[in-house]
């Protein structure tokens, strides 16, 4: 296990300790936790954005043209077909 020294405002550090009070862990479980939480979504995001990168744009828009035509189930239409629905 590795130690850091880090230093935080106090307003951050005062907002953490309060979090850990309330969640009942050691102010160092719950920065511990924030941290691996943090690095697991920016490793997600890298992911995404490398397969992303990978992706073709007009393969995908190939596959929507073949789609049919039709009108969605109710529930699934878009937010501004269900207000205006609602309208009349």
């Keep these: 296990m590795s130690t850091y020294p880090l230093r935080l405002a106090d307003h ?3 907002e953490a300790k309060q979090a850990a009070a309330e969640d009942n862990v050691s102010l160092n479980q719950l920065l511990s936790a924030f941290i691996a939480d943090g690095i697991g979504h920016r490793r997600a995001i890298l992911s995404l954005q490398k397969r992303a990168a990978r992706g073709d744009v007009d393969a995908a828009l190939s596959i929507l043209d073949r789609a049919p035509d039709a009108e969605p189930d109710p529930g699934d239409e878009l ?4 207000q205006s629905s609602k309208a009349r």
């Design 12 to 14: 951050v550090m005062e």
């Design 79 to 82: 937010v501004e077909e269900k």
